[in-house]
């Protein structure tokens, strides 16, 4: 979008201390209202169109690049759509700040950034950090739903989860171990999936239920 930045580095100074706020819920939901997160809205047409899909949810869209967060914001002043909230949080340091534990239905993380070079890797999205935090803020038997247009990407994301014996034994793959799930299960899409369709390519997709345990 023009005016905005495609990309910035999460690692920097201005991002790397906490300040992320709690959302509040919308009143005219109930405290059992289910909660859905998109992670990385960015333009959040995924979001919005969630929202409007499922008036008795609270869709959340989260967002480093304030300046999407408070164009996000008037939108839905404008479009007066009452369920559904906008904030700034760097995933990888203070998404713990913005819902209590065992308060969120379903993340959606949605075609991350590609952060190629080597030396990158350190911005990659998907690590320890935000599987603990992810794992502590779902609700039991919520969920985490992943898609990108990069193979290599998902599939990163994928061995984070299923290679590592800490979270392997609280995320189920939901299409069965090292499984991508085939078609888009939700009846909204964001606007680079769209994009991605109608260039003919596929987007790789995984959904992971969360079991707690003994955490």
Known sequence: MRGIRQHVNPLGLHYSIPRAQPLTRPQHLPADAPVEVELGCADAQFSFQLARHAPDTWVCGLEIREPWVARNLRRVARENIQNLSFGYVN?????????????VDRFHLLFPDPWFKDKHKKRRVVEPSLCRTIIEQLRPGGELHI???????????????EGSEEFSRHF????????????NPFAVASRREDTTLRRGQRVWRVRYRVDHGDS
């Open 172 to 183: 189920e793959n939901l299409a069965g171990p090292w499984s991508f799930w085939r078609g």
């Open 91 to 103: 995933l990888n340091v203070d998404l713990d700040r913005v819902f209590a534990p065992r308060s």
């Open 147 to 161: 898609a990108s247009d990069i193979f290599e990407i998902t599939l990163e994301a994928m061995a984070e989860i």
